[in-house]
């Protein structure tokens, strides 16, 4: 059994927003844990945020899972130009996530950063 699955299965009596939160914030905790001095994208409806590994070296480039609305997600990518300091990252592209289920969205967003990174 995966560390997701374990996840979900503690947590399958709550509703899917919680659910994505507790999954996503175990993600952040491991994620940002390596990474020193993390800037990227923040906030309330932003469930999970990562910098992306690219081979562009005029922007920093981020991916993010954000809630829409109760049930409703998008997955963000963002960008912000390496050379200024306390540059503030924009949104360049953003999909929304047709998807229903935990896994399956974490899933889709796996994807995105996957194309982002250009695999």
Not at 24 to 47: K, M
Not at 85 to 91: E, L
Request: glycine fraction near 2%; proline fraction near 4%.
């Amino acid at each position: 059994m995966t560390i997701l699955d374990e996840l979900i299965e503690k947590i399958s009596k709550s509703d899917i927003d919680e659910q994505l939160k507790i999954i996503c914030d175990s993600i952040t905790r491991e994620e940002i844990e390596v990474i020193e001095d993390y800037e990227g994208p923040s906030g309330p409806n932003i469930f999970l945020s990562l910098p992306v590994n690219c081979d562009d070296k005029k922007f920093e480039h981020y991916i993010s899972l954000q809630r829409e609305a109760q049930n409703k997600y998008i997955i963000c990518h963002w960008n912000c130009l390496i050379r200024l300091t306390n540059a503030t990252p924009k949104i360049v592209k953003v999909w929304e996530v047709k998807q229903d289920e935990p896994k399956k969205i974490l899933k889709e967003f796996a994807e995105k950063l996957q194309f982002i990174k250009g695999e």
